[in-house]
């Protein structure tokens, strides 16, 4: 594996340069351009394809808040994201990394853990991305979690009839919050890496 490239999206200054001294200070990281807004950021991702996007949850600079610029990257990237709290509240935390498809989080109380995060998360599935994506499948039936494995291309029995599977299919995508199988495999890409080996 080359370096890993990642961008900071951060609108408090001096925290962004604090992350990115931290960064800078690893051989095996690259840093791509430092946003301070979603909307930057967004373009800024798919013009530079970061590995990992440490995102700022309480970005106050412009009309995109964090979760938001997190999840538009997510769909249109390949990048992974490492949510950034001063929240310390695990439901807040939890929900907002479910909303935004994230691998990770880091409390930007314990700054100390976050070069390991970044490491962990860029190398592989980690136990925080298995929480985070056992966390944004609970949504789902019995019945449409099989119906999601298949979407995924798991060699799943379905007894349904097709129209059946087909309307679990539509079920599945509009609780996800997904536009397509297309995207839901994309997205799913970051905990479950066979789908990346399958492309």
């Known amino acids: 594996m080359g370096k890993i490239r990642i961008m900071i999206v951060e609108d408090d200054e001096d925290y962004r340069y604090l992350i990115a001294r931290a960064v800078e200070g690893q051989e095996d990281f690259e840093l791509c351009t430092p946003c301070a807004s979603g909307v930057q950021a967004c373009d800024c991702a798919v013009r530079e394809a970061p590995d990992i996007v ?29 949510i950034l709290t001063s929240f310390d509240n695990p439901d807040i935390v939890i929900r907002a990394s479910t909303q935004s498809f994230a691998s990770g989080y880091v409390l930007k109380s314990q700054f100390s853990l976050l070069v390991p995060t970044i490491r962990e998360t860029a190398c592989g599935v980690t136990p925080q991305a298995h929480l985070i994506c056992s966390a944004i499948l609970s949504v789902l039936t019995p019945a449409e979690y099989s119906v999601f494995g298949y979407m995924l291309g798991q060699n799943v029995a379905l007894h349904s009839s ?30 479950f890496p066979q789908l990346s080996q399958k492309k």
């Open 54 to 82: 440490l995102m700022d949850l309480n970005l106050t600079s412009g009309k995109m808040d964090g979760i938001e610029a997190a999840r538009r990257i997510r769909l249109e990237t390949n990048a992974r994201i490492i």
């Open 162 to 191: 097709s129209k059946t599977i087909a309307n679990q299919q539509t079920g599945v995508l509009r609780k996800l919050g997904l536009p397509s199988k297309q995207k839901l495999r994309h997205v799913f890409a970051a905990y």
